[in-house]
C-alpha cells in the first residue's frame, strides 16, 4: 500500500519554528519529486514547494519563499519543510503528495499520485 504521512505540526507563536516531515511507505521516493500544499480554513488547497526526485531543484511559493525550506533524504524516504519565521497566516493544514515525475513542474494536483493525511500547523499567539 503506498502511502505518505507528514508530522511535526503542532501549535506555534508568530516567528517561530517548525520541522515537518514527509515519510513514504509502500514505495521508494527516490524516483518522485515531492510537493508540500496547505488549505487554510475557507481556503483552497495550493502548492507551496516542490523537490525534485534528485534534491537537485526546489522552488516555493512567493509567500513562503525566504522563510520555509525543502528538503530531502531518499536514504530515509523522507522529505522535510523546515519553517520559519512562521506568520499567523501560516496556519493550515499541510500535505505532502508526490508528483509522477522526476522534476517538478506546476502544482495541479491531477499530477500527484499519492497525498498524505495532512498535518495542522496552528500559528497563534
Known amino acids: 500500500q503506498l502511502q505518505l504521512v507528514e508530522s511535526g505540526g503542532g501549535l506555534v507563536q508568530p516567528g517561530g519554528s517548525l520541522r515537518l516531515s514527509c515519510a513514504a511507505s509502500?514505495?521508494?521516493?527516490?524516483?518522485?519529486?515531492i510537493a508540500w500544499f496547505r488549505q487554510a480554513p475557507g481556503k483552497e488547497r495550493e502548492g507551496i514547494s516542490c523537490i525534485s526526485a534528485s534534491g537537485g531543484s526546489t522552488n516555493y511559493a512567493d509567500s513562503v519563499k525566504g522563510r520555509f525550506t525543502i528538503s530531502r533524504d531518499n536514504a530515509k524516504n523522507t522529505v522535510y519543510l523546515q519553517m520559519n519565521r512562521l506568520k499567523p497566516e501560516d496556519t493550515a493544514v499541510y500535505y505532502c503528495a508526490a508528483r509522477s515525475r522526476f522534476i517538478c513542474g506546476s502544482y495541479h494536483e491531477p499530477d500527484f499520485h499519492s497525498w498524505g493525511q495532512g498535518t495542522q500547523v496552528t500559528v497563534s499567539s
Open positions: 509502500g514505495f521508494t521516493l527516490d524516483y518522485y519529486a
